[in-house]
């Protein structure tokens, strides 16, 4: 409900009297003092006791002295015979005393504004989105809660409007548009941006994002009854740091992959699984186990056609034979070699039965297919997918050589099985059959220890065990720990050195590190920049990252 008029006392809720008799029917009150009475509008009461009459004054005659209280509401506090109104003598009692209304009003504010306290900026109701054209959508009536500006309470006005149907609603084609209500002289208006940055969740409220393309509209995911119980703040850092523009996976989403034998090898297939897009949770019934080419399921792959241009073709299976070329003659590329490894990236779509797959960039050995990060990806990838982990095949053969779920601990990365995907022996020949000589392990017991490159230790201590990385590095050195004592480890950086873990990134320098959050927890680091930095190619357990 809005908020009732309240109006202001006087201290000690002073008297004055009539001056002359009025009818039960007269608007204008004289009294002896109008200083008794606060500026117009406001209310007084004639008499006292359970006989007395509350009254509204529009208008005074002057500020003080003798003189009428003018377009008077006569009763305007009445319940029953309480408060009616009657005709009065001269000399009749008269002023500005605590009233029903006051209190009840008071009361009723209080009661607004606290169930107003679960509600803020965003959606009450949820519109239709629907194809027109090319460049236009239709989009039906909705209500809004909003500013008027583009700073959170400002003005401390939240307002509820009711937004229009716009059948007609301009959007880019072939891109992610970003629907939202726009505050517009007084009322909210439907917008459309390809800029995530506008939405301000003030006076541009998110509605969907909505993929069009000529004939159809691709994907649309709309953002949900943001306005019913959400801390709209904390919304709004969700939807601009976690995950990928704030989609999350929560659990499921398994990968499976049929092999030699089957009639169909190098099929993949996504258990169901649960997943948020800022504060909508996404169940099993939305994302159920789907497989590629199965019961209407989709599956595509995604390729470069240029620097920053991409395309898609139907995939029936994963991919074992080619890479995504980011140079010269960009797009889909056959391995150069058996020894080379092809890295499927798998998607699950939120709105559709789609899994979708994303290439590696690289015409990789063994060692580097396990070490690759999650390449750059196509806006429809960005925006109504959420990565479920990935698929390694060595060139053209039927069994994966490694399958990867994103779980909140990261990727298992499988060791080199491949000799001559090694470099920089100190014995032998690259390819050689023999054993390689066994790493020197090293258990430190104090707390305290400054690692050195392609060295394993072991921390054993009650306490907090802090390793340094090496200063220098060269590029494929590796540095290990595996917990024993209670106390747990972190490794430390110097100035300039970072860890990369997974899609995240320790800040740089002396205050970024990596740590146990368990006794047992094990880390695996390869050097990726020289001297500088550093990738986790496997772990065990969910380690903790000093990313700011």
Aim: with cysteine.
């Amino acid at each position: 409900m809005a908020q009732i008029t309240m109006y202001p006392a006087i201290v000690n809720s002073p008297n004055t009297t009539l001056t002359a008799g009025i009818s039960e029917s007269d608007t204008t009150i004289p009294v002896t003092e109008l200083g008794v009475f606060p500026a117009a509008p406001n209310t007084a009461t004639i008499g006292t006791g359970v006989l007395a009459e509350t009254i509204y004054y529009a208008g005074k005659s002057a500020a003080t002295g003798a003189g009428n209280l003018t377009s008077v509401t006569r009763e305007w506090n009445k319940t029953g015979t309480y408060g009616a109104k009657k005709a009065w003598l001269s000399g009749e009692v008269i002023g500005r005393e605590f009233t029903a209304y006051d209190l009840d009003t008071a009361k009723a504010n209080i009661e607004d504004l606290a169930s107003k306290e679960a509600y803020t900026e965003g959606l009450l109701s949820i519109p239709t989105i629907a194809y027109v054209d090319a460049t236009h959508i239709s989009v039906t009536t909705c209500d809004c809660l909003m500013r008027d500006d583009a700073v959170w309470g400002a003005d401390n006005i939240l307002w509820k409007k009711t937004i229009a149907e716009n059948t007609n609603l301009a959007v880019t084609a072939d891109s992610v548009n970003y629907i939202y209500v726009l505050w517009s002289g007084g009322t909210g208006v439907y917008a459309a941006t390809t800029d995530r940055e506008t939405l301000n969740w003030s006076n541009c409220v998110p509605v969907a994002r909505v993929a069009i393309q000529t004939g159809s509209i691709t994907y649309q995911l709309n953002y949900g009854l943001s306005a019913k119980g959400s801390a709209q703040k904390n919304f709004d850092r969700v939807m601009r740091i976690r995950g990928s523009g704030g989609v999350e996976k929560e659990s499921g989403m398994a990968i499976s992959v049929t092999e030699p034998g089957d009639p169909t090898p190098g099929v993949c297939t996504l258990n169901s699984g649960y997943a948020w897009f800022g504060l909508r949770r996404l169940t099993s019934t939305d994302l159920p186990t789907i497989t590629q080419g199965v019961g209407g399921a989709v599956s595509d792959l995604w390729y470069h056609t240029g620097a920053s241009t991409w395309a898609k073709t139907t995939a029936t299976s994963l991919n074992n034979t080619q890479y995504d070329k980011l140079t010269a003659g960009y797009g889909l590329t056959t391995l150069s070699a058996a020894s080379r490894y092809a890295v499927n990236w798998i998607f699950r779509n939120l709105v559709t039965l789609e899994l979708d797959i994303v290439l590696g960039t690289g015409d990789y050995t063994s060692s580097q297919a396990e070490a690759s990060l999650i390449p750059t990806l196509p806006p429809d990838i960005q925006n109504f997918y959420i990565l479920v982990g990935r698929v390694i095949y060595q060139k053209s053969t039927s069994t994966p050589y490694a399958i990867e779920n994103v779980t909140t601990t990261s990727f298992r990365a499988a060791s080199t099985t491949v000799h001559s995907d090694l470099s920089n022996l100190t014995y032998g020949t690259s390819g050689h059959t023999g054993f390689a000589p066994k790493e020197a392990i090293v258990e430190v017991t104090g707390t305290t220890q400054a690692m050195a490159v392609n060295t394993p230790y072991i921390a054993n201590n009650g306490a907090l065990v802090t390793l340094t990385l090496p200063a220098t590095a060269a590029l494929g050195d590796f540095v290990a720990v595996e917990g024993k004592g209670a106390g747990g480890w972190k490794i430390a950086q110097n100035a300039s050195q970072y860890i990369r873990f997974i899609s995240i990134s320790s800040v740089a320098g002396v205050g970024g590190s990596i740590a146990s959050t368990a006794q047992y927890d094990v880390v695996r680091l390869l050097c990726t920049t020289a001297n500088n930095g550093w990738t986790v190619i496997y772990s065990e357990g969910n380690l903790s990252v000093v990313t700011a």
